[in-house]
């Protein structure tokens, strides 16, 4: 691995761990968010600063090509983002639906008792 790519490497990790800090101080990104991409940005860090790490790591798991790894964790990284995504939105649309009927069932007490005045106030005079 050459210098710069070495450098590279490394200012990309702090890079990504220092937008996902500020996000998180500008609360533009929650804890719960966070977490993958804190974990990817440490991740890429430690692999950045000592390179034999991913080697040993490929030779550990038992994968030829230590930069598939990479690929590997990337990819499942991204799908437990996109399930932990997935469930949310599936909590927010239940939500959603539950606060309109209930929204709907309000709009349909409010005409009836405003019918209901209307009629009391029109047969009283």
């Not at 399930?83 to 959603?96: F, G, V, Y």
């Not at 709907?104 to 019918?115: G, Q, V």
């Amino acid at each position: 691995m050459t210098v710069a790519t070495y450098i590279f490497g490394v200012l990309s990790a702090l890079l990504t761990l220092g937008v996902v800090i500020e996000m998180l101080r500008r609360r533009r990104l929650r804890e719960r968010h966070a977490v993958w991409w804190l974990i990817a940005g440490t991740m890429a860090l430690v692999i950045g600063v000592f390179p034999g790490t991913l080697e040993w790591a490929a030779d550990l798991i038992g994968v030829e090509v230590p930069l598939n790894l990479v690929f590997f964790v990337s990819v499942a990284v991204l799908f437990l983002v996109c399930i932990q995504h997935s469930a949310e939105l599936t909590a927010l649309e239940t939500k959603t639906r539950i606060l309109a009927e209930n929204s709907a069932l309000h709009e349909l007490r409010i005409e009836k008792l405003e019918s209901d005045a209307r009629a009391t106030d029109s047969s009283g005079r």
